[in-house]
């Protein structure tokens, strides 16, 4: 599906001319959009960024219709990626589906890249020729104690940290609903570490949803107090059963019968690693379940 992406900063500007490249090119859905460029959190495009599937095409007529700054594009364009779809601008050369729109976010990754090391090494020049001078660097309300400057930094710090929340929601909030509040927030970082293959921290992944929550993003529920397991529920207490009637069960036998008997892991799956069976056979010895 073509999903075409409308934005105009204020109400005296007009989509017709966006909408109408739009259509002609074969977009089924066109969401419009009021908002700044720069504003990485708007709602319909993170709406997007949550419900695009794996085939579908972000259109946009121009690339600053979509990010006013290349690290924000390429951010969106990585967020689409792993989602397995794609991205397309109608006038520059940037499409993903294709091997030459691939080669150009490629030159435009590279270009970022010297952008933000040219950058780095003019703040350290910048700052070593002013230290030699005498003059020390940062803000100077910041140094002197004002209550308004450090007020401002806070609230620059929350928002940058709310629209960095709201990019990852796409990945993130699937499975935390999946998840919460039935699953103990350790159990839902491991769940989510697993599928994305980063490091999530029970208390980083709270302070995000949270985060969202409060942008309205994500319902309530999902931050309300995880429903305590019955000790007839646990997995090692099944397994505990099942040895005290066999005790000569392999992992094999114990995997297929918590698989029969539907009984899911940690990560909310229904097929058992041998791995896992071990583990549990382990915690029951150890603590003497059985």
Not at 1 to 20: E, H
Not at 166 to 183: E, F, M, N, T, Y
Not at 220 to 239: K, N
Request: charged content about 25%.
């Amino acid at each position: 599906m073509l999903i075409g992406y409308a934005r105009v900063s204020t109400d005296d500007q007009r989509n017709a001319s966006q909408l109408d490249a739009l259509r002609q090119a074969g977009c089924e859905v066109i969401h419009e959009e009021e908002g700044s460029g720069g504003n990485r959190a708007r709602p319909r495009l993170l709406a997007i960024l949550r419900s695009i599937g794996p085939g579908d095409v972000l259109v946009v007529v121009r690339l600053d219709r979509l990010a006013r700054s290349l690290q924000h594009l390429l951010e969106v364009i990585e967020i689409l990626t792993a989602r397995g779809a794609h991205f397309r601008s109608l006038n520059d050369p940037v499409d993903t589906s294709s091997p030459q729109g691939r080669f150009s976010l490629q030159v435009l990754g590279a270009v970022a890249e010297l952008e933000r090391a040219l950058i780095r090494e003019r703040t350290r020049a910048g700052l070593q020729a002013a230290a030699r001078r005498g003059r020390v660097g940062g803000n100077p309300a910041l140094r002197a104690g004002d209550a308004a400057a450090r007020a401002a930094l806070s609230e620059a710090r929350k928002s940058a940290y709310r629209a960095r929340a709201a990019a990852s929601a796409g990945d993130v909030l699937p499975i935390v609903q999946r998840l919460r509040p039935h699953k103990p927030w350790p159990e839902v970082a491991r769940a989510v570490s697993a599928a994305l293959g980063t490091n999530w921290t029970a208390d980083r992944l709270k302070r995000m949803v949270t985060s969202l929550v409060g942008q309205k993003l994500a319902d309530t529920a999902l931050l309300g107090r995880a429903r305590p397991r019955r000790p007839a529920d646990d997995p090692a207490y099944i397994v505990a059963g099942l040895l005290q009637r066999e005790p000569g069960m392999t992992l094999a036998d114990l995997a297929r019968q918590l698989e029969a008997m539907r009984v899911k892991t940690a990560r909310g799956a229904t097929a058992w690693p041998l791995s896992s069976v071990a583990a549990l056979r382990d915690r029951v010895r150890n603590s003497k379940m059985d």
